[in-house]
């Protein structure tokens, strides 16, 4: 029997999934961040992945065919030519690209991606600015240097990842505005996601009982590999992600970009994976309900019959998508005594941004929504679901399976197959 392993590494942890020619899942490893993370995030990251595969059961390593990686999209580092990083790396979330953008502005077209403080390219144009970039050969994303550990290239990426550095993924290369940047170091060269990169370096096959004929292929993004893990696989299947955040993502026939609303495109083979996130989610919620009331107060609600509350659930200031502003004013009054009409206020105000989200996607060119897949934590929440499919029109259905790392290990099953 062969076998795949997934990796995910995510902003709580590490996991990974081990699945069959059937796609099976076979195990779940799982490796949470401590405080150790902040002081240094590369060899956390190392850490994390050695003990992940030594958590592998024996029975199953020895038929480990291929192996895939996810990180956290525009997760950046950088390295000299023997793959040490020369600083600290750069989270997805880390904003210090702000202090470069009118520096980009005049380079990248209007309305890209990489417009964002948070975008790879912006984050590398303010490590070209520090000291220790002197040191540097490679511009490497997360997944790309974790699996540079195990097949020992550096400098190779997949097209997810590359996005947010300004790969033209319709025409798979760098573009010409992007090359005249002159930039130093070593871009990556970027393929496709799950592509065989190299077998697993013989000290590692040997160190923890893997073949050592073991393929590691290009990884992808953290959301792309959930998206991949949830089933939806034709034009009009959506996936929406109810977490901390909202992020929908539809897959589409036609490309969607415009940084104005704060949507972009992921190729995922012959089709595009078009959406957006907004800071609207649960994080709003368990603001002001704990899980137990969630789940008490969302039995009490009858999710056919609309609230008259009108909100914009924010905890803070400012909202990416469907309305990109960082001033937008959160909207939570008014709020009723009775917690059961708040919490269906709240409920049927998120539904409403997930539907115009869905709505700005299809009147920008993108597939006539058919069917949602739901992830995340609120993919539980029935009165809520019932809320959603109300204002959506379609069948709304909890995801196949939720975990990102299951999403990397078919890239890895499928990567082989080629």
Same mark, same amino acid.
């Given at each position: =029997? ?33 405080? #150790?993370?902040?002081? /240094? ?5 190392? @850490? ?12 199953? +390593?020895?038929?480990? @065919? ?5 990180? &956290? ?10 793959? @040490? ?16 953008? /009118?520096?980009?502005?005049? $380079? ?14 912006? +984050?590398?144009?303010? =490590? =070209? ?5 002197? #040191? ?27 996005? +947010? ?29 799950? &592509?065989?990169?190299?077998? $697993? ?35 009009? *299947? ?56 969630? *789940? ?22 400012? /909202? ?20 059961? #009409? ?21 009147? =920008?060119?993108?597939? +006539? ?33 939720? *975990? ?11 990567? $082989?197959?080629?």
């Amino acid at each position: =029997m062969n076998f795949y392993l997934g990796i995910d590494f995510g902003t709580s942890g590490a996991r990974g999934v081990v699945i069959n020619d059937e796609a099976c899942i076979q195990a779940k490893i799982k490796y949470p961040w401590t405080t #150790e993370l902040v002081s /240094d995030l590369a060899i956390a990251w190392q @850490k994390a992945l050695w003990t992940l595969l030594a958590q592998i059961p024996d029975e199953l +390593k020895s038929g480990i @065919k291929a192996i895939a990686i996810n990180g &956290t999209s525009s997760t950046v580092l950088l390295s000299d030519a023997a793959g @040490k990083p020369v600083d600290t790396p750069l989270l997805y979330n880390d904003a210090r690209g702000s202090l470069v953008l /009118d520096q980009l502005r005049h $380079i990248a077209p209007p309305h890209h991606n990489v417009l964002s403080a948070t975008s790879s390219l912006a +984050k590398l144009l303010w =490590m =070209m600015q520090q000291p220790t970039f002197a #040191e540097a050969r490679y511009f490497l994303h997360q997944a790309d240097w974790l699996g540079f550990l195990l097949h020992g290239y550096l400098g190779i990426s997949d097209y997810h990842n590359a996005l +947010k550095l300004g790969y033209d993924v319709e025409q798979l290369r760098y573009p010409g505005w992007l090359e005249q940047l002159h930039i130093p170091i070593q871009l990556p060269r970027v393929l496709p996601p799950g &592509t065989p990169v190299n077998e $697993i370096r013989p000290e590692i096959a040997t160190q923890f009982g893997l073949p050592k004929d073991c393929l590691v292929c290009t990884g992808t993004t953290d959301s792309i590999a959930a998206f991949v893990a949830s089933g939806a696989k034709s034009p009009g *299947e959506a996936v929406t992600s109810l977490g901390s955040t909202l992020a929908v993502k539809l897959l589409s026939r036609t490309r969607v970009e415009d940084a104005r609303y704060g949507i972009y495109s992921h190729r995922l083979g012959d089709l595009w994976l078009t959406g957006g996130a907004s800071n609207t989610g649960g994080a709003v919620l368990k603001n002001f309900f704990s899980e137990a009331e969630l *789940e008490k107060l969302s039995s009490e609600i009858d999710g056919t019959i609309a609230s008259e509350l009108d909100y914009y659930p924010l905890l803070v200031a400012g /909202d990416r998508f469907p309305i990109n502003d960082p001033y937008l004013s959160p909207q939570l009054e008014p709020r009723p005594d009775n917690p059961v #009409e708040f919490l269906h206020g709240l409920l049927e105000s998120i539904a409403r941004i997930e539907g115009q989200g869905y709505e700005l996607l299809q009147q =920008m060119g993108a597939d +006539k929504l058919t069917r949602v897949y739901t992830a995340g934590g609120g993919a539980a929440n029935s009165t809520w679901t019932a809320i959603r499919q109300r204002y959506l029109k379609v069948p709304v259905v909890a995801s196949e399976n939720t *975990e990102a790392a299951y999403g990397s290990a078919l890239l890895a099953m499928r990567g $082989i197959g080629r």
